[in-house]
């Protein structure tokens, strides 16, 4: 079998990935302006292109901006005030958790809708969307937009869940945020491949 001769457009693009992916970084602080609807789109596209078994794209996302970031908060502050035990504290664990939502002017909510046949297993259409959410992050990157993945306790209510529009079954893996950076990427390290990989022949 001859070998293929790589594409040398190819092998830039692949540069630029690689340079991506090694720049890609959580940017928990941005500015208030939301980024256009194209950008978005641009994201959720590359999203959907992940990979997944039997080709079940599970995935499922809710722009949230606005408004709509208000009406969720007061539902997660709802849920964080019932959860706290001090009467007194009630009022200030509703507030800080009703104005998280607003951190980002554009919010995208990543859920998993698992595919009910017999033969599809549930972890690995969680793992596709998981893999949807970082194909999302990269688009971000590349689009010179901030990012951050967030999840959390109150993200696996039934409440939250409901609030989406999301059926029994689905799992909500967390939030997107996202806006124009507003701090600059921070510096960030990560083991050598040695330390986590085993070779085996």
């Known amino acids: 079998?001859?070998?293929i001769t790589p594409n040398t457009d190819m092998v830039i693009e692949d540069e630029f990935l690689?340079?991506?992916?090694?720049?890609?970084?959580?940017?928990?602080?941005?500015?208030?302006e939301c980024p256009p609807e194209e950008l978005i789109r641009t994201m959720l596209e590359a999203a959907?292109?992940?990979?997944?078994?039997?080709?079940?794209?599970?995935?499922?996302?809710i722009v949230l901006r606005g408004e709509a970031r208000e009406r969720m908060g007061a539902v997660m502050g709802d849920l964080a005030a019932a959860r706290e035990e001090d009467?007194?504290?009630k009022d200030l664990a509703r507030e800080r958790m009703a104005t998280k939502p607003l951190r980002a002017p554009c919010v995208i909510a990543v859920a998993v809708e698992p595919d009910e046949r017999e033969k599809v297993v549930e972890l690995e259409e969680i793992?596709?969307?998981?893999?949807?959410?970082?194909?999302?992050?990269?688009?971000?990157?590349?689009?010179?937009?901030?990012?951050i993945w967030r999840t959390g306790w109150v993200a696996y209510t039934p409440e939250v869940r409901e609030f989406l529009g999301l059926s029994e079954r689905a799992t909500v893996l967390g939030f997107?945020?996202?806006?124009?950076?507003?701090?600059?990427?921070?510096?960030?390290?990560r083991k050598p491949i040695d330390a986590v990989t085993a070779w085996m022949e």
């Open 87 to 89: 009467p007194d504290r």
């Open 1 to 3: 079998m001859s070998a």
């Open 18 to 32: 690689l340079t991506a992916l090694r720049n890609r970084r959580s940017i928990s602080k941005v500015a208030s």
């Open 176 to 189: 997107v945020y996202v806006g124009y950076p507003a701090q600059p990427a921070p510096d960030r390290a």
């Open 48 to 61: 959907t292109w992940a990979p997944n078994h039997f080709q079940t794209e599970p995935w499922r996302f």
């Open 127 to 147: 793992a596709a969307t998981a893999a949807a959410t970082q194909n999302m992050l990269l688009a971000a990157e590349a689009l010179g937009l901030g990012a």
